[in-house]
T-cell receptor
Framework: DAGVIQSPRHEVTEMGQEVTLRCKPI?????LFWYRQTMMRGLELLIY????????DSGMPEDRFSAKMPNASFSTLKIQPSEPRDSAVYFC??????????FGPGTRLTVT | AQTVTQSQPEMSVQEAETVTLSCTYD???????LFWYKQPPSRQMILVIR??????QNATENRFSVNFQKAAKSFSLKISDSQLGDAAMYFC?????????FGTGTSLTVIP
């Protein structure tokens, strides 16, 4: 199994631009999680999908953030417009029935 | 309310020695899972070990073992024969219901 795949691995963009992060979960997993990690705030859960349906998006910081999961093998996290304070490492993780999560390699986002 | 607490922001251990990382959690459930994750400088989140609460036997994975004290809601990680490659951030995690809570992490330094 290839594990959780995230793209891009690194993203540098200017303030105000739209950013789209992508995730392919492990085949057979029915839960998908998006996290943000910063030095100041640690690891934060942004949103959680179960069977492609958003279950809890209370961690999404504001309306500039949106996430979709159109099918069981693909999810996106979009930031529009991006701001410097969005700079962080964004992780996608998947699991079967909210047991152990398997993480992707992360996307390091830098907004200048 | 803080659900998972790691009270040791930093720990150090001599190579080949043993170190124990602490974790406590809050729950009213009787059956649940607990996990330890490792995040090396590469920032990849790696599952180290899992414990199922209904199992009285402490989980073991090679040099990694846990001391699970259900009544005390304590879940510590013991690393035996520490190696340089064990240097990383270690996160304790607890998934109640549809959530997945991580502790704030313990940074482990291995001294040659």
């Amino acid at each position: 199994d290839a594990g959780v795949i995230q793209s891009p691995r690194h993203e540098v963009t200017e303030m105000g631009q739209e950013v789209t992060l992508r995730c392919k979960p492990i085949s057979g997993h029915n839960s998908l999680f998006w996290y943000r990690q910063t030095m100041m705030r640690g690891l934060e859960l942004l949103i959680y999908f179960n069977n492609n349906v958003p279950i809890d998006d209370s961690g999404m910081p504001e309306d500039r953030f949106s996430a979709k999961m159109p099918n069981a093998s693909f999810s996106t996290l979009k930031i529009q417009p991006s701001e410097p304070r969005d700079s962080a490492v964004y992780f996608c993780a998947s699991s079967f029935d909210v047991r152990e999560q398997y993480f992707g390699p992360g996307t390091r986002l830098t907004v200048t | 309310a803080q659900t998972v607490t790691q009270s040791q922001p930093e720990m150090s251990v001599q190579e080949a020695e043993t170190v124990t990382l602490s974790c406590t959690y809050d729950t009213s459930e009787s059956d649940y899972y607990l996990f330890w994750y490792k995040q090396p400088p590469s920032r990849q989140m790696i599952l180290v070990i899992r414990q199922e609460a209904y199992k009285q036997q402490n989980a073991t994975e090679n040099r990694f073992s846990v001391n699970f004290q259900k009544a005390a809601k304590s879940f510590s990680l013991k690393i035996s024969d520490s190696q340089l490659g064990d240097a990383a951030m270690y996160f304790c995690a607890y998934p109640p219901g549809n959530q997945f809570y991580f502790g704030t992490g313990t940074s482990l330094t291995v001294i040659p």
